[in-house]
T-cell receptor, first 115, second 115 residues
Framework: EAGVTQSPRYAVLQEGQAVSFWCDPI?????LYWYQQPRDQGPQLLVY????????NSQLPSDRFSAVRPKGTNSTLKIQSAKQGDTATYLC?????????????FGPGTRLLVL | AQKVTQTQTSISVMEKTTVTMDCVYE???????LFWYKQTASGEIVFLIR??????ENATVGHYSLNFQKPKSSIGLIITATQIEDSAVYFC????????????FGAGTKLTIKP
């Protein structure tokens, strides 16, 4: 069974530039999560979806960040105008919540550096 | 609000010994779920083991086991017969209650196994 895949693996931007991250969850998983992990910290939840619906985006900086999962499978996280403070690893995870198997499985992450 | 605290920033032990990593948590819920994840040098986050709050028996998976002390709100991870490849950052995490998929992570403990 293929794991969670993410692309790109690395991104380097100047402040003000836009970037998109893509995530393909484990096949059949209904729930998808996006986390931000600053250096030397634990992952912090940004947003998560059940199928195509946003369940919680309260930690997503809505003025510059957006996330979609239009068909309930793949998802895209976008930063419109990046700031140096956005430098972090962006992690995608998925789980099959409806079965009661709620363990989250993580992708390899995208390391973002904003100069 | 839930909170997870890992006070050990880093630990270094000799190969083939046993190591314990500490974690304390705060929650108002009577039902909650505790997890340990491992993050390798490549950035990959791997699920290791979980403890559901209603279970009295400590979870064990391979050479990982948990020391769940509910009255102390403590969930320690024990790794026996450590190997070089166990070197990684270990995160403790918690999810509260039923129907809540939000996981809160601790800051992590960096484990180094010396040959």
């Amino acid at each position: 069974e293929a794991g969670v895949t993410q692309s790109p693996r690395y991104a380097v931007l100047q402040e003000g530039q836009a970037v998109s991250f893509w995530c393909d969850p484990i096949s059949g998983h209904d729930t998808l999560y996006w986390y931000q992990q600053p250096r030397d910290q634990g992952p912090q939840l940004l947003v998560y979806f059940r199928d195509e619906a946003v369940i919680d985006n309260s930690q997503l900086p809505s003025d510059r960040f957006s996330a979609v999962r239009p068909k309930g499978t793949n998802s895209t996280l976008k930063i419109q105008s990046a700031k140096q403070g956005d430098t972090a690893t962006y992690l995608c995870a998925s789980s099959f919540f409806r079965t009661g198997e709620d363990t989250q499985y993580f992708g390899p992450g995208t390391r973002l550096l904003v100069l | 609000a839930q909170k997870v605290t890992q006070t050990q920033t880093s630990i270094s032990v000799m190969e083939k010994t046993t190591v314990t990593m500490d974690c304390v948590y705060e929650t108002q819920d009577s039902s909650y779920f505790l997890f340990w994840y491992k993050q390798t040098a490549s950035g990959e986050i791997v699920f290791l083991i979980r403890q559901d709050s209603y279970k009295k028996e400590n979870a064990t998976v391979g050479h990982y086991s948990l020391n769940f002390q509910k009255p102390k709100s403590s969930i320690g991870l024990i790794i026996t017969a450590t190997q070089i490849e166990d070197s990684a950052v270990y995160f403790c995490a918690m999810r509260e209650g039923d129907g809540n998929e939000k996981i809160t992570f601790g800051a992590g403990t960096k484990l180094t196994i010396k040959p």
